[in-house]
C-alpha cells in the first residue's frame, strides 16, 4: 500500500518549466542543468532568429511529452523603454531600435 502511494505522489507530477545553467550548446540544441539535466533539448526562437546560448547563462526549459525545449535565456539589465527592442551579442556588438524611431548600432545613431 505505502508503494503505490508513493508511486503516485512522486512519479505523476505534471511538468514544470525550470531554469537553469547552460552546460553546452550549438545553433540547433541546448543542453541545460536545471531541477533535472536536460540535453540536447531544441532552442525556440521567433522566426528568423537563430542563436547559440553562451555557456553558464541561466536558460529557461520546459519539458514537453516528447521531451524539452529551451525557451530562451534570462535578460540581462538593459537600459530599454517599453516597446524598445535590443539584439546583442556577447561580444558587446548591439543594434537597439528605439520608440522615437532611432537606431542605434553600437551605441551610435544610423539613419
Not at 9 to 36: E, M, R
Not at 83 to 91: A, I, P
Request: proline share 5%.
Amino acid at each position: 500500500m505505502w508503494l503505490q502511494e508513493y508511486v503516485t505522489n512522486n512519479t505523476f507530477q505534471s511538468a514544470q518549466p525550470s531554469c537553469g545553467d547552460v552546460t553546452s550548446s550549438d545553433t540547433k540544441t541546448v543542453s541545460v542543468s536545471a531541477s533535472l539535466f536536460h540535453r540536447d533539448a531544441p532552442i525556440v526562437a521567433p522566426y528568423g532568429i537563430v542563436y547559440v546560448p553562451p555557456i553558464n547563462e541561466k536558460s529557461v526549459v520546459l519539458p514537453l511529452d516528447s521531451g524539452a525545449v529551451c525557451l530562451g535565456v534570462l535578460s540581462g539589465n538593459a537600459t530599454l523603454e517599453e516597446g524598445e527592442l535590443m539584439l546583442f551579442s556577447k561580444g558587446g556588438a548591439s543594434i537597439v531600435l528605439k520608440n522615437s524611431g532611432e537606431v542605434l548600432i553600437n551605441g551610435k545613431v544610423v539613419e
